[in-house]
């Protein structure tokens, strides 16, 4: 795409722009357009003010101009991934990367479903015969989907309400009445609207009719709800006290038993902790307006009187209209607001644990990979044995076993020599154990036979298996070791993801990794979404080679579906290895669109062009080739050559097509092609002789992997089938604001011992090696936060794969529908009681 080329316009068809014209509603006055040419202008020019409206409201949000989300959003609506915008067309863009690009495609989803939204509700209230100028001006300026909704809600079809039947039996003249002269006797007064035929049967039940039209009427008035939402969200308390009787189950829970804090405060992961005690009806939840709940209350309702132009001055119907504005801010307006930031707050938090954890799954995917050697799996277990995979340097699988070390056969020396001999016939360079069940008991083993083996290069690792069993059991899995028992295949997993963590980890469910923070509490559909986003991130951020890939690895490329994926492999099965990039156009179903999305990440190793090995896009071949003619020196002499190529200038080599940005990646990966950006593999080594939490002292000084990343801290692996919580306040001897500036999942941290509760199974560490044990503190955070239980963890296969990582009790949905709004519930009850 030339860089010259103007922006292309914003795709609004999503977003219905249309429909209002389409609708005859009354701001247009317009019939169909297909009959008025001019109604057509008018339709585009409405699309293109939505457009720029739109682009400019994103720009201002991810710091870019409106122009260039113009254009990285008329790439999107062409079927352009994130990845391949953000390394091939920086011209187009002007340069936005991955993030901003990611942010900007969620917020185009969001805007482009108000507008849906927006377009129904102004085609609804306009068949209603209700669309006043001033309602219409409000619609069309709502910037968000709780001002549309307030907006629309006095016009949204619901069942027949109180005021609706008080309205039928002709009460609404009495309400008007007292709202408009407040010295009338309302007794006298609601006299006059006794009907028994229309079920108003004495003056109690006329006015009872007619404050319920009056409380609807207040309760749904746009302004007065968005105003004391605003209020109730900035001054409103969140409080949780535990259900009578429900103390010994819920104990997990016992630091929120009587629990108060500022809901516009309150960290994302214990708001998430709450609702989910809340769900398993241990907890009782309210939302009180400020710290001193009824002077809160009280000012509510005086805003509520306020708006209605009510005042107590000592006339007749004063007191009966303020009992109504009472009751509608404590019955209905006080309820619903609840309901409402209760929503809002859930949805902020569970975006934020989201984003956690698509950084814990990128920080484990992009882990140092081992590389090309071969590796003995060993994934450990107690009664039914230990499953054993030899895979060599590509991966493939060579050998397996079983072994029985531990209780209760204890065949400790058969298996010692087992090792051994595959150790030696294999050549095997590294030795991987999964974290889970009898890792540790597994893991001395494997030093014995090391030492055994007399191989001073031959290493062991502890790598972690989760997930392990999950891909055991899944269709893949079954598809690649079609005649291989399911538990053989963990071992094959573990071996793999030494190797190379990526390439085998996009095997599985991003969810059933367990790197998580409350994962099993938030929208599924929305972080199912953000992991695949991550994954495909991460596969493209490093490349594939196309003839060692799985289809699993393929389908993460950009562009590629599994399908074609899958026609990829079965294509180099049935021909031999690709040789060129562009011989991958001879796969089904992978056409010139398609090949421009992922040709550019995908790798030929030693192939017939050697730009094929880099990332630089077939695409840009010629500019390589001007590269070639002006320092009169062949390809394979520049490639690797850095000294000679950061000599050159980049503006030498553009042209319309290929500006500035292009050519400085060109040259940046002819220095060094097909540069892996993940880091050097180095293991941890875990003390000797400490196994089991019980083995823990205070003070200890131990070596550790952070296997989880939260928003109070980072835990980590010490090798006890326990983790450890390193608190936020103990990251570092400066400041931490995000614990992730400081560790990241799979990092080797060194880390002292501060706390050891056996009983409770907790630990708390701390990176400043000079603190003294005793100095934890017993904060919330450091009592399971992370959403996690603290039992073993059983993955979809049903096996038993050690300390948890996501998947305990405390972290499966509930099995039963949620209770009803039990804050809710009450504020009906006291208002009653009133």
């Not at 031959?458 to 899995?477: C, I, N, R, W």
């Not at 599994?562 to 056409?591: S, Y």
């Not at 603190?771 to 955070?781: E, F, I, L, N, V």
């Amino acid at each position: 795409m030339p860089a010259s080329n103007p922006a292309p316009p914003l795709n609004l068809a999503p977003c219905q722009c249309l429909v209002r014209l389409r609708r005859g509603l009354p701001e247009w006055g317009l019939p169909e357009p297909r009959h008025r040419p001019e109604a057509m202008h008018d339709a585009k020019n409405a699309q293109s003010a939505l457009a720029q409206q739109i682009a400019q409201t994103i720009a201002d949000e991810i710091g870019a101009q409106s122009a260039q989300v113009r254009a990285a959003v008329g790439l999107l609506d062409e079927g352009a991934s994130v990845p391949f915008i953000a390394r091939y067309r920086k011209e187009v863009t002007g340069g936005l990367d991955d993030t901003q690009l990611r942010n900007l495609e969620v917020r185009l989803t969001y805007l482009r479903e108000l507008e849906d939204r927006r377009a129904a509700v102004l085609a609804s209230i306009g068949e209603q015969g209700k669309l006043s100028d001033e309602l219409r001006n409000d619609i069309l300026a709502a910037d968000t989907k709780s001002r549309l909704e307030d907006l629309y809600l006095p016009y949204k079809p619901k069942r027949r309400t109180r005021a609706q039947i008080a309205r039928e039996a002709g009460l609404e003249p009495l309400a008007d009445g007292l709202l408009a002269d407040p010295t009338k006797d309302p007794q006298t007064f609601a006299a006059t609207f006794v009907d028994t035929d229309k079920g108003v049967a004495d003056t109690k039940a006329a006015l009872e009719g007619a404050r319920a039209i009056l409380m609807e009427r207040w309760g749904e008035d746009a302004a007065l709800v968005g105003e004391l939402r605003t209020w109730l969200g900035e001054t409103g308390v969140i409080r949780a006290r535990v259900a009578e009787g429900r103390e010994t189950e819920g104990a997990k829970y016992r630091d929120y038993f009587e629990h108060a804090e500022a809901l516009a405060k309150i960290p994302s992961h214990r708001l998430l902790a709450l609702f989910r005690a809340r769900r398993e009806e241990i907890l009782f939840l309210e939302l009180d307006p400020g710290s001193d709940a009824e002077a809160g209350h009280q000012y509510a309702e005086g805003r509520v009187a306020r708006k209605a132009g009510i005042a107590d001055q000592g006339r007749a119907a004063d007191r009966w209209l303020l009992d109504a504005c009472r009751l509608t801010w404590r019955a209905k307006l006080h309820s619903h607001l609840l309901l409402d930031l209760f929503n809002q707050a859930r949805e902020k938090a569970e975006a934020e644990a989201i984003a956690v954890f698509g950084d814990n799954l990128k920080d484990l995917l992009l882990a140092a990979p081992a590389g090309p050697k071969t590796v003995l799996g060993l994934d450990p277990g107690i009664r039914t044995g230990c499953k054993i995979a030899v895979v060599d340097a590509t991966g493939k699988l060579v050998a397996t076993d079983t072994i029985y070390p531990h209780e209760p056969r204890r065949q400790w020396e058969q298996s010692l020599q087992t090792i051994k001999q595959l150790c030696a016939k294999h050549n095997v360079e590294l030795i991987a154990i999964g974290n889970g069940t009898a890792s540790r008991e597994t893991d001395k083993l494997a030093g014995e036979a090391i030492k055994a083996a007399g191989n001073p290069k031959l290493q062991k690792v502890v790598v972690s298996e989760a997930g392990a069993s999950v891909y055991s059991a899944s269709e893949f899995a079954a598809r690649e070791f079609p005649g291989l028992d399911v538990s053989l295949r963990g071992a094959v997993s573990i071996a793999r993801r030494l190797q190379d963590p990526l390439a085998e980890l996009v095997k599985i469910d991003p969810k059933a990794i367990g790197v998580g923070q409350y994962q099993h509490d938030v929208d599924q559909y929305r972080l199912a979404r953000a992991l695949d986003a991550r994954v495909e991130d991460c596969v493209n951020a490093v490349g594939v080679y196309v003839n060692t890939a799985s289809a699993a690895l393929l389908s993460r490329v950009s562009g590629l579906s599994a399908t074609v994926a899958e026609n990829i492999v079965r294509h180099r099965d049935d021909n031999g290895p690709f040789k060129r990039r562009k011989d991958l156009l001879k796969v089904a179903r992978l056409g010139e669109k398609t090949f421009e999305q992922c040709a550019g990440f995908l790798r030929i190793a030693d192939g017939d062009q050697p730009l094929d090995a880099s990332a630089v896009h077939p695409e840009a071949y010629p500019v390589v080739e001007r590269i070639v003619a002006s320092t009169a020196r062949p390809i394979k002499a520049l490639i690797g050559d850095g000294s000679f190529l950061r000599g050159l200038k980049a503006e030498q080599f553009t042209d319309d097509t290929f500006g500035v940005p292009t050519v400085r990646d060109i040259l940046k990966e002819l220095e060094k092609p097909g540069r892996d950006p993940r880091p050097e593999f180095k293991a941890a080594r875990f003390a000797e002789g400490v196994e089991d939490i019980k083995d823990l002292r205070e003070g200890m000084v131990l070596e550790g992997v952070v296997s989880n990343v939260a928003a109070f801290g980072a835990f980590v692996d010490i090798g006890v089938h326990q983790d450890g919580l390193i608190h936020i306040s103990a990251l570092s001897d400066t400041f931490v604001k995000d614990p992730r500036d400081v560790v990241k999942a799979g990092d080797i941290v060194k880390v002292k011992v501060l706390e050891v509760d056996v009983a409770r199974k907790r630990i708390a560490l701390t990176r400043r090696l000079d603190d003294t044990p005793g100095q934890a503190t017993s904060r919330p955070a450091q009592r399971d936060e992370r959403g996690q239980g603290q039992g073993p963890r059983r993955d979809a296969g049903g096996q038993n794969r050690g300390p948890n990582r996501g998947q305990g009790a405390a972290s499966r949905p509930a099995q039963s529908a949620p209770p009803a709004n039990n804050a809710l519930a009450e504020a009906f009850a006291r208002a009653r009681r009133s």
